[in-house]
């Protein structure tokens, strides 16, 4: 157990992506004597002043991280962080200078891999402290695909079941090309003819020339599933096709494709956990739901109608590897027409569990979680973290303050940031209180937890969670 009001700060950048599986860390914690508070982390972070001292579970370790670190560190803060983006990750050299920064990962205890495959990942960083701690512990989001977790998503399951009836799910992740945000693709639009485009967000870390070869390659797929999508509804008609894009994308051009269409519905709603359980088939290419599906069994087709290996082998290995791979539509009718009439399912063979083993950790055994929760426990117990100390006048919490909400104000404006209002509320909307609280309640049951969960609201994005 730990000590009692031990502190974690659980931030969540894509509400439909992480909060419940962080409701589940949360869950978890609260049976070990910790009080956490999960929300947005863009809330917690300009508000992190506010806070007593914790330990903050950082969600990536970029440049943009950096300033919040040491304004952490000097509010008393500890850091420990994992990659969300690490799963299915970039070559080594373009994931270092994209996710990573030399000075950003010195303020961090301890590091949470996926599995052994991230856990060499960031052993090969040049600038990885060499007595950093790295655990191979899984993630929150991997036990949510488990059989005995993944039962708390049945009755939404059953309701999109309802809805929709018997349905393909087209996952998309053209977010480099077809952003919420023109500024966050991977190139910002041309304002002159012939003029020389300028890196969006998306590029940041990337050399110019993997930029625009990515660009390229995920173009020319954007615009195969373009027309993928209706040709998928008149291919079969006793099927709604269900397009579910990327949470950073742009929806209006599915939205335009569905307006012409009769049964294909445009949705992000949701964790994507429940629509998996719910449909016939996943399709789409190079996504990281093919991972989940594949964990949970879930028949998943990669489209590859056009091919570049230099990225679909150094980026979407993982997905791919996965899935049935179809290089033509007529392919992927052939492979859709035997998932339907049960004749095909899950792409099977030793070579593939080997493959999910060495990126997934946690698959059976104690929950990703749990495991977390241990190396938690002991952070809070022997260490008390390097770099400052706690900022100790009223004058000093008071500059810094003040800073964190210039800072906050001045990125809200800058082209391309993820702090504009717009932009945040499509990514972490606002939820009720019982929401919050009805979900707490079905992880108990699942997990047999007999202690009484307080949830409580510390604004209308954070929630503190404890026994």
Known sequence: MSESNSLLLIPVENQVRELDPKLLLACVAAQHGFSSIVGSRREMEFNIDSFPSAIYLSKSMTIRSLLFFRIARRFGHRIVAWDEEALVHLPPKTYFSRRLDASAIKYVLSLFAWGQDNVDLWRQYPHTPKDMPIY??????????????????????????????????????????????????????????????????????????????????????????????????????????????????????????????????????????????????????????????????????????????????????????????????????????????????????????????????????????????????????????????????????????????????????LPGSHNKPEYQLHRYPALPLDDIRERMARFQELLGYKNDISVEPVSDVMFRIQA
């Open 136 to 413: 191979a512990v899984g993630n929150p989001r991997g036990d949510m695909l488990r059989s005995e977790i993944r039962s708390y998503y049945e009755s939404d399951a059953e309701a999109l079941r309802r809805t929709y009836g018997d349905f393909i799910l087209v996952n998309t992740n053209f977010n480099h090309v077809n952003a919420f945000g023109a500024d966050i693709n991977l190139f910002k639009p041309v304002k002159k003819p012939g003029g020389k485009a300028r890196f969006g967000r998306a590029a940041r870390g990337m050399s110019r020339e993997y930029a625009k070869g990515l660009w390229e390659h995920k173009h020319a797929i954007f615009s195969r599933f373009k027309e993928l999508i209706p040709a998928l509804e008149a291919a079969f008609p006793r099927h709604t096709i269900v397009v579910r894009p990327h949470p950073t994308e742009n929806h209006n051009v599915y939205k335009d494709i569905a307006a012409r269409c009769q049964r294909v519905q445009v949705t992000n709603e949701g964790n994507v956990v429940p629509w998996l359980m719910a449909t016939k088939a996943l399709v789409h290419n190079g996504c990281t739901t093919a991972v989940e599906a594949f964990v949970m069994g879930v028949p998943a087709v990669s489209y590859r109608a056009v091919v570049n290996e230099d990225y679909d082998s150094g980026f979407y290995r993982l997905p791919n590897g996965l899935s049935h791979e179809c290089f033509s539509f007529d392919e992927l009718k052939q492979t859709l027409d035997k998932i339907l009439s049960g004749e095909l399912g899950t792409p099977a063979g030793a070579e593939r569990q080997s493959l999910i083993d060495q990126y997934l950790e946690a698959q059976d055994g104690p929950l990703a979680c749990e495991r977390m929760v241990h190396v938690l426990e002991t952070i809070e117990k022997f260490q008390t973290g390097p770099g400052g100390q706690p900022v100790s006048t009223l004058l000093q919490r008071w500059v810094l303050a003040r800073g964190l909400d210039l800072a906050r104000r001045l990125k809200s404006r």
